[in-house]
C-alpha cells in the first residue's frame, strides 16, 4: 500500500468526519472511513511527555472552550479530556493502528512533532501509508529525512516558488523546484490570486505532481475542480464527497 495508490479523485477526509463527533477524534476518523474515505487528513502536535497527538490548535479553546496548552500538557490528561461525548485528543500511535487500511495526511504544526511523528509511524511500520507535511519549510524537510521514502506535499516556501514558476511557464524549472514532491496541497484562491485553474494544474501535473484543493465542501465545488483536472479534494464533508464523485 503507497499513500498515493487507487482511484482519483482522492477525498481527503479533513480532520476526518465531524458530523457526530469533534473533529481530529478517533471517532471522528472511523467515521470517515465508514463512508468511504481512503484517505484522512490530520494534525500533528507534541504533548508534554513528548507523544505525538493529533490535534491542530495550540489549545484546546475552540473545540472544547478549555484553554489547556497541548505542549504542557500530558498524553495520558489528553486522552482522557471530554471534547464532547466522552472523546479525547488522540495519539497518531493509537490513530495508526486503529485504521491499519487507511492513509494519512500529516501535517507536522510544530517542529518539536518531528521527532515523535516519526518514532509512532516507523514503529506503526505505516511510512507506505502516509504524506507528511508542513507549512514550514525545514520542519517538512526533516520530518522527509527521518522516513525514508515517505510521500510529502510542498511547504509553504516551495510552494511559493513553484507558483512563480507556473506564473512564468518555466516548466524545467517547476519540475526542479518539485524534485521529490508527491503533490501540491493548495486553496483554489489566495486572496485575489487564482492558484487552481487548467493552466496550472496541467503544469504541476507535467512536473510529475498530485493536485489536491482545500478545504471544498460543497458538491457543486467538488464536481467543478475535478472537472479542471484535480486529483483530489480536502474535504469536512467525507460523505458528501463520496456521494458525489463516486
Not at 479523485?9 to 480532520?15: G, Q, S, V
Not at 510552494?159 to 519540475?175: C, D, F, G, S, T
Request: charge should be negative; aromatic fraction near 2%.
Amino acid at each position: 500500500m503507497t499513500f498515493l495508490e487507487g482511484p482519483r479523485p482522492r477525498i481527503l477526509a479533513h480532520r476526518g468526519l465531524a458530523t457526530e463527533a469533534p473533529e481530529n477524534t478517533l471517532a471522528a476518523f472511523h467515521a470517515a472511513v465508514a463512508v468511504g474515505a481512503t484517505h484522512v487528513e490530520s494534525d500533528v502536535r507534541v504533548s508534554a511527555d513528548g507523544v505525538a497527538m493529533l490535534v491542530h490548535d495550540a489549545t484546546l479553546e475552540r473545540v472544547s472552550q478549555d484553554a489547556t496548552r497541548i505542549e504542557e500538557t500530558s498524553s495520558e490528561a489528553l486522552r482522557t479530556l471530554d471534547l464532547g461525548g466522552g472523546h479525547g485528543v488522540p495519539t497518531l500511535a493509537e490513530c495508526l493502528a486503529a485504521l491499519p487500511e487507511t492513509r494519512w495526511n500529516l501535517d507536522l504544526k510544530v517542529p518539536e512533532a518531528v521527532e515523535p511523528a516519526a518514532r509512532a509511524i516507523l514503529e506503526a511500520d505505516a511510512v507506505g501509508r502516509v504524506l507528511v507535511t508542513s507549512f514550514d519549510d525545514a520542519t517538512r524537510a526533516r520530518a522527509v529525512a527521518a522516513l525514508p521514502g515517505v510521500a510529502t506535499s510542498a511547504s509553504r516556501g516551495v510552494m511559493a516558488r513553484a507558483l512563480v514558476a507556473v506564473r512564468l511557464r518555466r516548466r524545467a524549472a517547476l519540475a526542479r523546484i518539485l524534485d521529490g514532491i508527491a503533490a501540491v496541497q493548495v486553496p483554489e484562491r489566495l486572496g485575489r490570486i487564482r492558484i487552481v485553474d487548467v493552466a496550472s494544474v496541467e503544469a504541476f501535473h507535467a512536473a510529475g505532481v498530485e493536485v489536491h484543493v482545500w478545504t471544498v465542501n460543497e458538491p457543486f465545488h467538488m464536481r467543478r475542480l475535478v472537472s479542471l483536472g484535480v486529483d483530489g479534494v480536502v474535504t469536512d464533508r467525507a460523505d458528501l464527497a463520496v456521494t458525489t464523485l463516486r
